[in-house]
Structure formats: C-alpha cells, structure tokens
Nanobody, 128 residues
C-alpha cells in the first residue's frame, strides 16, 4: 500500500515555473514506477510524465516535452515535476501516481490504468 501526497501547486503567470512534489508513504517506494498526470475541467485525465524505478528512464507527453522535468529521490520517497515555461493550457489538477506492475528497473508507463495508487492532486493555474 502506498499513499501519495502532492504539493507545490499554485497560481503563476505564463512563462513562470513551479516545482511539484509527491511524497510517498510505505517502505518500497523504489519498487514503483512513478508518473504525473493532469486533468483540466471538462477534460479527461492525461499523461504528463513518467520515471522508471531507477530514475534512469523518463518519458513525457509531447505537449510538455522540453518544458517539464520529472525526477525522483528514492531515499526521500519523493518524485518531483519541474514545470518551466508554463502556458495557460497547462492549467489543471496535477496528480502523481505509482505503478507496481512488472519488475524491470527501466519500465515506464503512460496509461492511467497501469497505475495502482493515486494522490489527491495539486492545482496549477497559469494566468495569461
């Protein structure tokens, strides 16, 4: 069982930056593939970024590539999402998620159904 708590959201002007954090409970954080998803009002939850168990492999949605950066600190049981060059269309609730399937240190997952645990989310609002 893993509990996830996001923080770091807020209101920022276009072009600004935020750093989201997701703190996990439990003893086996390093055994989970971690991901970030976002959901805007009236829209489906969409993939943002994922990072492998070892942290050595990452993947991003095309819409955020080169602007966002995902990282993890297994000792601190925390995954981060650095958001740079924010745009109004990035406005959404950002959720972190943990996936326990598979065993490879290089696995990554981009679909919501592949994740087992979800945080409550943190709101990011980008003004124009």
């Amino acid at each position: 069982q893993v509990q996830l708590v996001e923080s770091g959201g807020g209101l920022v002007q276009a072009g600004g930056s935020l750093r989201l954090s997701c703190a996990a409970s439990g003893r086996t954080f390093s055994s989970y593939v971690m991901g970030w998803f976002r959901q805007a009002p009236g829209k489906e939850r969409e993939f943002v970024a994922t990072i492998s168990r070892s942290g050595g492999r990452t993947s991003y949605a095309d819409s955020v590539k080169a602007r966002f950066n995902i990282s993890r600190d297994n000792a601190k049981k925390t995954v981060y999402l650095q958001l740079n060059g924010l745009k109004p269309e990035d406005t959404a609730v950002y959720h972190c998620a943990a996936a326990g399937r598979g065993y490879s240190s290089s696995s990554i997952y981009t679909k919501p159904y592949e994740y087992d645990y979800w945080g409550q989310g943190t709101q990011v609002t980008v003004s124009s």
